[in-house]
RNA sequence: GGUCUCAUAGCUCAGCUGGAUAGAGCAACAGAUUUCUAAUCUGUCGGUCACAGGUUCGAAUCCUGUUGAGAUCACCA
């Protein structure tokens, strides 16, 4: 629409002798209660017109009509011109780039990008707030490479520390040599198993120290397990032979889990890191840091850097024993990946709860003079919670990634099953859809709401499969599929004459013209949920055309080639963006 | 307490950098299938956009304050 900004720009300067700039002009969408397509306000042309808002509107659109071709009509209502484009101009519009094979392929950039999700702990299964994460990096990586950038997915494995150690242990001591084949559990849950183990019988001595007479916070500390957990720790930082084997054993449990699970939802990634292998990281940046005097040493050896200026606060970025914390290794990791790839942009995908952790990390980066610091961006999304509020594993009031996930598989087979839509299905077939409506149904409720709103589940009330669902888009498509096949469309031999649109036809095309920019859209604001409801607008009003145009009863077969030019363009559309998403759409349904 | 987010229909959410009478879905109710898949469609009902000021020709949107909810402020990650 480029060149009607540019239109407007020169009708402002020959009506009224000024010069605006293209991106003051501001251009919307006609309501759908008024004739035509873009409507350009007009209020703020009324002081250089010296006019009403309606003569302006009047002006502007004669000259845009007198010197823009595809422009057929316009109207002004109050401050508002709205501006009709010729049929033959949306007809344009489809067969030169809606239909074409390259539509909406975005060129390369040549940026770099990368985009780092899920990074999850070894000591426990996935639950529905990862499943939030993985899906949201994953959808935001094939966004930004459907808006041309060269895209690295990442993984910084969060599989050392005390936690692990504590689901060691606990095997180590209560395990009597369970495995996942002994045990038939999948590797992470196996872990998770003693992990919560290890909580409930730490908490026990804990509670038999306080009666013991000890304060809470004196037996948090002197509790026989926790301290054999750090002991556990040092060994394995000492490189311990039995401690690394036990560690690399369940860890290797644990992956194998993890990728059945990422196998499942989908997911996947270019490349591994293991803070195993970045934890020492980023001593050096300190030491960079104290010669550039961005931080500074206290008495006791512990180094700090001092953001107060910055409405932040004071922040320990070294221990006094010298050790890590969690910024120094975020530091380190930082660099080696720039190092690694020397990307554009930098993408992390975690929760908001680590806002203040990010504005940190990143503020000290600049501070080191760090160049490709301004390309780090914190994709910050809210927590999935529960009605009861947030999810707890104490409270077992988590909701399991693998389970919620067999959950809608189940749901899926029971309502295509009640609703007698897999006959002629092979088994096999059926499984596969049942795997792709349930999935579908999970990916587009987490997908669709804006990254950064927390999220309500409410695991009572199962996830939906009619009106603004997945499974109504892939119904949808399904539908359009099955109408192809029907009529033997064949997309190269098509042809329809057709030279006017009626609305709804129209709307179809408007609609399906907006998809490049919904891309761009969703990539400059990391957002799947554009996509998401880009994609049921179109569902939607395909819909409504699938009812009122009947295409096997089509009056002539040149009405009914349009049609099912119409109906190919929506399934193309709704099936590419739905790939963004990372939801598959069946052919039948 | 400091800082940061959020608040739109009974419920879950849209509403692009301020623009026309604030839109969907679910739920409720009334209809539509001799016709391409009814996981569908059409219609009805449902709103003081938390509240109060301000800026503006114009505010759900921007600013300030109030209330409410959440997060964070560890030599945890």
Known sequence: MDFIIEAVVKAIKELYQTDIAAKDINLQETRKEFEGQVTLVTFPYTKLSRKGPEQTGTEIGEYLQNNVPEISAFNVIKGFLNISFADSFWLGKLHDEILADDFAVGKPNGKKVMVEYSSPNTNKPLHLGHIRNNLLGF????????????????????????????????????????????????????????????????????????????????????????????????????????????????????????????????????????????????????????????????????????????????????????????????????????????????????????????????LILQKLGKEWARGLYHLSYGMVDLPSGKMKSREGTVVDADDLMADMFNTAAETTEAMGKVDGFSEEDKNKLYRTIGMGALKYFLLKVDPKKRLLFDPKESIDFQGHTGPYIQFTHARIKSVLKKAGYNPTESKSETTELDELERELIVTLNKYPQTISDAAASFSPAIIANYIYDLAKIYTRFYHEKPIMLAEEENQKQFRLQLSAASAKVISKGMNLLGIDVPERM
């Open 139 to 362: 959808s935001v990586a094939q966004i930004l490479a459907a808006a041309g950038y060269e895209v690295i997915k990442t993984n910084l494995v969060n599989d050392r520390g005390i936690h692990i150690c504590k689901s060691m242990l606990a095997w180590r001591e209560f395990g009597e040599g369970e495995t996942p084949e002994s045990s038939g559990l999948k590797g992470d849950h196996l872990a998770g198993k003693y992990y919560v183990w290890f909580d409930k019988a730490y908490k026990q001595q804990i509670l038999e120290l306080v009666e013991e007479g000890q304060t809470e916070e004196e037996a948090k500390k002197n509790a026989p397990l926790i301290k054999e957990a750090q002991l556990m720790l040092q060994k394995w930082e000492a490189g311990d032979e039995d401690t690394i084997n036990l560690w690399k054993t369940m860890n290797g449990w644990v992956y194998a889990g993890f990728a059945e699970t990422y196998k499942t939802l989908g997911v996947e990634f270019d490349k591994y890191y293991y803070e195993s292998n970045t934890y020492l990281l980023g001593k050096d940046i300190i030491e960079e840091g104290l010669e550039k005097g961005v931080f500074f040493r206290k008495d006791d050896g512990s180094v700090w850097i001092d953001l107060t200026a910055d409405g932040l606060d004071q922040k320990l970025v070294l221990r006094a024993d010298g050790t890590s914390v969690y910024i120094t290794q975020d530091l380190g990791t930082a660099q080696l990946k720039y190092g690694d790839y020397k990307m554009d942009e930098s993408i992390y995908v975690v929760g908001n709860e680590q806002d203040y952790h990010f504005k940190v990390l990143f």
